[in-house]
């Protein structure tokens, strides 16, 4: 199992501002994974966070608005960066998940309102 | 796409009663995983079943897969207030390229 750790839980931001979120995880993992949840919407993932690498990014999401960190092997940071309302959404990290044939463990998320 | 797609979307029922919720894919899978998320917070994982299993059971949770149909399901027996959540399906595909959420399922249990 994993736990991770992820701040901030929520946070209100004027548009044009940037937030960074930051989630520890207690084990090393190789693969982390951000998603966006809109309100009353599915999980889409963002981007895989790879340690030693550059983030690979799923379409529609690209790296100048959402740039990632992986500095080590228990740490990653997702900056949402000039934001507009449009980007108000609960943002999730994960470790493992389907694609290890494992079960995905989730920090418990950040809740984002851009006003 | 092969995301996963749930029915139905919300779903109210009283303490006591069973609750069964549906999720349907599009392509070939390695294996289909439930999850739960309170109050949109982190989603917790409540079950995992692989495309060469037909039933798995955890607790007062059954799952069935149909990989004929390309279906799943998720029975949560004796509704307790404290299943209140939306409940979501998540499939891999067979290179593990992928995991897909569904739309999800707003289940609430009222006393």
């Known amino acids: 199992s994993a736990v991770i750790s992820q701040k901030p839980s929520r946070d209100i931001c004027q548009r044009g501002t940037s937030l960074t979120i930051q989630c520890q995880v207690d084990?090393?993992?190789?693969?982390m994974f951000w998603y966006r949840q809109q309100p009353g919407q599915s999980l889409t993932l963002i981007a895989t966070a790879n340690q030693g690498s550059e983030a690979t990014y799923e379409s529609g999401f690209v790296i100048d608005k959402f740039p990632i960190s992986r500095p080590n092997l228990t740490f990653s940071t997702l900056t949402v960066s000039n934001m507009s309302p449009e980007d108000s959404s609960i943002y999730l990290c994960s470790v493992g998940g389907g694609r290890l044939d494992t079960e995905a463990f989730f920090g418990q998320g950040t809740r984002l309102t851009v006003v | 796409s092969q995301q996963g797609e749930e029915d139905p979307q919300a779903l109210s029922i009283q303490e006591g009663e069973n609750a069964t919720m549906n999720c349907s894919y599009k392509?070939?899978?390695?294996?289909l995983q439930w999850y739960r998320q309170n109050s949109g917070r982190g989603l917790v994982h409540l079950i995992l079943i692989r495309s060469n299993e037909r039933e798995k059971h955890s607790g007062r949770l059954r799952v069935t897969l149909d990989t004929s149909k390309k279906s799943s399901s998720l029975l949560i027996t004796a509704s307790r207030a404290a299943d209140t959540a939306s409940y979501f399906c998540?499939?891999?595909?067979?290179?593990?390229?992928?995991?897909?959420f569904g739309p999800g399922t707003r289940l609430s249990v009222l006393p």
């Open positions: 392509t070939s899978i390695n294996n």
């Open positions: 998540a499939t891999a595909d067979n290179y593990g390229q992928n995991f897909v």
């Open positions: 084990s090393q993992v190789t693969m």
